[in-house]
């Protein structure tokens, strides 16, 4: 069965370091995610992208957060000068038909800044 | 208001009962839901969506929706221990162009 790749699956850092998070959406798809989970909180929509430009961002994805699609099957999302409450699961999602149609999960990378 | 809502729970049931979920949704635009299965530190898991009002049914799990009340449940029946974990509903929101998430309900099977 596909699968959304994430990596690292554990990335410690320094407050006010950058931080990029990798990601492999399934290969067919065309719509990419990225969601986040502070412990014990809910899961957070952070932004979509399609046709390798922004389609909808939160008001949590401020100008620290950006997006990217470096290449064909890549999708990151970089955070710079990292805070304490940036600590959080961040998962990527992807779906070939939109948001509309549900889409499949990463398992995340578990971010921790300290 | 709160987009997506749900009971935080925590709800028990024992093994083999029916484990009722309850969700509201403030986009009465919106037109697909999801249920998601996240169990501790692992990422969310689809297991129904539901796009019409009514009932839809897989295996043990059945979805209904009511458009008109803005309001989706999940039963599930025959409950396991295995299916301890938190559930959560999911809107995708028109006005949005996106889906989101209630806070879940944490769901624990009693052997």
């Known amino acids: 069965e596909p699968e959304v790749t994430q990596t690292p699956s554990h990335q410690v850092t320094q407050m006010g370091q950058e931080v990029i998070l990798r990601c492999v959406p399934i290969?067919?798809?065309?719509?990419f995610y990225w969601y986040r989970q502070i412990l014990g909180q809910k899961v957070e929509f952070l932004v979509s992208f399609y046709n390798n430009e922004i389609s909808e961002k939160s008001e949590i994805f401020d100008d620290q957060f950006s997006v990217e699609r470096p290449d064909g099957s890549n999708f990151t999302l970089k955070i710079r000068s990292t805070k304490l409450e940036d600590s959080a699961m961040y998962f990527c999602?992807?779906?070939?038909?939109?948001?509309?149609?549900?889409?499949?999960f990463g398992s995340g990378t578990r971010l921790t800044v300290v | 208001q709160k987009e997506v809502e749900q009971n935080s729970g925590p709800l028990s049931v024992p093994e083999g009962a029916i484990a009722s979920l309850n969700c509201t949704y403030s986009d009465r635009g919106s037109q697909s839901f999801f249920w998601y299965r996240q169990y501790s530190g692992k990422s969310p898991e689809l297991i129904m969506s539901i796009y019409s009002n009514g009932d839809k049914e897989d295996g043990r799990f059945t979805a209904q929706l009511n458009k008109a009340s803005q309001y989706v449940s999940l039963l599930i029946r025959d409950s396991q221990p295995s299916d301890s974990a938190t559930y959560l509903c999911?809107?995708?929101?028109?006005?949005?162009?996106?889906?989101?998430f209630g806070a879940g309900t944490r769901l624990t099977v009693k052997p």
């Open positions: 999911a809107a995708f929101l028109y006005n949005n162009n996106d889906m989101r």
């Open positions: 999602a992807s779906s070939g038909q939109g948001a509309s149609y549900g889409y499949t």
């Open positions: 290969s067919n798809h065309l719509y």
